[in-house]
C-alpha cells in the first residue's frame, strides 16, 4: 500500500511574493446567476507558490518546462530533515544532509527546513521572517549537488538561495526602508562580518541559479503541505514534482507528492 503525502503550499492572492515580482490576481469573470458557469481569470508570475523554477529561468537557451523528462520529475528520492540546525538566516549544507539521510546520485532531493511555518498559510505564519530571514544554500552545496547528478531539489522556503546571496540581503530596500541593511546586520551578528564575506562573496550573487542551471540542475522553492509529517523524514521514497506542461515556461506551479510505501 502506498501513501500519499502533498508536499504544496497552497495558493491563492495571500499567498506572498516574491520581492520586485506582481502578485497573484484572480477574479470571477462568469458567475453561474448570470451566465450559468462560474469561471475564473489569473495574472501571476510564475515564482509563487510551490513552483519549479527551469534553466531557461537564468540561461537565455536553457531547458523550459515542457523539456524537462519525465522520469526526471518522478523517481526515488529522500526528504531531509534540517529541522533541528534550522534558525534565522542558517545556511545548510552537504554534511547536515548526508549525516541524517542516505542520498544517492540522481535522486529527488527535499529539503524540510521547517521554514514552511512561517509562509501565509503557515501555523505561525510571518511573511517578513519567512521573505528575510530564510536558510539557504552553503556554497558548498553548489559541488556537492553536481556530483550527485542530482537533477531536481527542493526546499519549504521562498528561494534555494542564502538571502545574503539575495536581493534580500544586497539591495532590497536599500535607501527607503532598508530590509538590506537589517539583514545585513543580523548575518553579521550571526557568521561576523569576516566570515560574511567568505560565505557569500559578490560573485555568489543567485548562487545556486546562476551555477546549477546551466547543469540543467533545477530547484522546487515553497514547498510546504505535510512536509513536516513524521513518516517520512529522512526517508527514501518515490517523488513527485509535477508542473503543467508549459511550452516555453522558465518556471511552473507545481504539485509536489512524496508515495511512501507502507
Known amino acids: ?3 500519499l503525502f502533498d508536499l504544496s503550499q497552497p495558493l491563492n492572492q495571500d499567498a506572498p511574493f516574491w520581492p520586485y515580482y506582481p502578485p497573484f490576481e484572480v477574479k470571477y469573470i462568469k458567475r453561474k ?24 529561468h537564468f540561461k537565455t537557451n536553457g531547458m ?22 534550522m534558525d534565522d538566516l542558517a545556511a545548510y549544507t552537504p554534511g547536515m544532509i548526508e549525516e541524517r539521510a542516505d542520498v ?44 550527485k547528478e542530482i537533477q531536481i531539489w527542493g ?16 539591495f532590497l530596500g536599500k535607501g527607503t526602508f532598508g530590509h538590506c541593511d537589517r539583514v545585513r546586520a543580523k548575518a553579521i551578528e550571526k557568521f561576523g562580518e569576516e566570515k560574511v564575506e567568505e560565505l557569500f562573496p559578490e560573485e555568489d550573487y543567485q548562487l545556486t541559479h ?9 530547484h522546487v522553492e515553497n514547498l510546504g503541505g505535510e512536509i ?24 511552473a506551479f507545481a504539485r509536489v507528492v512524496a508515495f511512501l510505501e507502507e
Open 210 to 218: 546562476n551555477k546549477l542551471f546551466p547543469h540543467d540542475i533545477m
Open 155 to 170: 526546499v519549504d522556503a521562498v528561494s534555494t538561495d542564502h538571502p545574503m546571496d539575495l536581493p534580500i540581503g544586497r
Open 64 to 85: 523550459t518546462i515542457d523539456e524537462i523528462p519525465l522520469d526526471w520529475l518522478y523517481r526515488d528520492g529522500v526528504i531531509v530533515d534540517l529541522t533541528d540546525e
Open 1 to 3: 500500500m502506498v501513501k
Open 228 to 251: 513536516s509529517a513524521p513518516e517520512i523524514q529522512n526517508k527514501r521514497m518515490k517523488i513527485g514534482v509535477f508542473p503543467w506542461k508549459f511550452k516555453g515556461g522558465e518556471a
Open 104 to 147: 544517492q546520485k540522481g535522486d529527488i532531493l527535499i529539503l524540510h527546513t521547517g521554514w514552511h511555518k512561517y509562509a501565509q498559510f503557515g501555523d505561525e505564519a510571518d511573511e517578513e521572517r519567512y521573505i528575510h530571514l530564510h536558510p539557504g544554500a552553503h556554497p558548498d552545496m553548489v559541488d556537492w549537488l553536481i556530483e
Open 33 to 56: 446567476p448570470e451566465h450559468g458557469v462560474n469561471a475564473q481569470y489569473i495574472m501571476t508570475s510564475n515564482h509563487i507558490g510551490t513552483h519549479l523554477d527551469a534553466p531557461r
